[in-house]
């Protein structure tokens, strides 16, 4: 499956707000009539977007399976971000608030972690070329809408890109299991981002070394650690408790 497809209400609508010009075609399930779809249905054939009625296997075969709410969409590929966009997006915001991901290669992971940096107001989500999961149909389902509307931003150099933005005077957090303290003793106001390592592996050494502090989310059962994309939602919002 190419990562031209999208599929689900939430991913559908997403890209009808913000570009409706990337639609090719969409594909709807034949005799499906219900309250979210056909409205959504109704505003994709005002624009002259080719609508195909099909069988719920014809579906399932094109997204391989996954749950598409009755409804996919080949689309253009959306905007491409890289090191270069970042002074543009760190300009649209006085405290600018970006996630950093070292390593999440799931793209259920990814789809979770922009849903939840969208939620907490976060500018961007930096992620290395070479050690990420694309933003292919299952992460944009995952991320409900905003894998269309947050720039993922690829880098080429993740710890040349993070000096990068401590010259700008961005204060940058890794997460860290030997870290010293929580994040509920940390300083996670003004310009800031905030960097989640891979399950298991956490951040890699550079990453680390790169880091202004290191903070950890205090664990009192018997887990030693939790989903990365949990783990990114926790500090995402206490980062926007601190800043309200």
């Known amino acids: 499956m190419s990562n031209d497809m999208i599929f689900g209400i ?3 609508k997403a890209v ?3 570009d409706p010009v990337r639609f090719i075609e969409v594909f709807v399930l034949k005799g499906r009539e219900d309250d979210r779809l056909l409205p959504l249905i109704t505003e994709l054939q005002g624009l002259g ?3 195909q009625e099909a069988g ?3 579906l399932d075969d094109k997204v391989d399976g996954a749950s598409h709410q009755g409804i996919i969409a080949r689309v253009r590929p959306g905007k491409q971000y890289n090191e270069n966009n970042l002074d543009d997006l760190l300009a649209t915001q006085e405290n600018p608030l970006l996630l950093i991901l070292d390593g999440v290669t799931d793209p259920h992971n990814l789809g979770a972690c922009l849903r939840n940096a969208d939620a907490a107001g976060a ?4 992620v290395p070329k070479d050690r990420s999961a694309q933003l292919n149909a299952t992460a944009s389902k995952v991320a409900c809408g905003a894998a269309e509307i947050m720039p ?3 880098v080429t150099n993740l710890a040349r890109t993070m000096r990068a933005l401590q010259d700008k005077g961005v204060w940058i957090v890794g997460t860290a299991g030997e870290a010293t303290h929580d994040i509920y003793h940390s300083k996670l106001t003004g310009p800031l981002a905030i960097v989640m390592g891979a399950e298991g592996e956490g951040m890699r050494r550079l990453t680390r070394e790169t880091c202004d502090d290191l903070i950890k989310i205090p664990m009192a059962g018997s887990v030693s650690s939790l989903n990365v994309s949990v783990a990114t939602g926790i500090c995402l919002f206490e980062a926007v408790r601190q800043r309200t």
């Open 16 to 18: 009808l707000a913000s």
């Open 123 to 126: 500018v961007a989500v930096i």
């Open 10 to 12: 939430h991913a559908v």
């Open 152 to 154: 993922l931003v690829r």
């Open 56 to 58: 719920r296997k014809a």
């Open 49 to 51: 977007i080719t609508i």
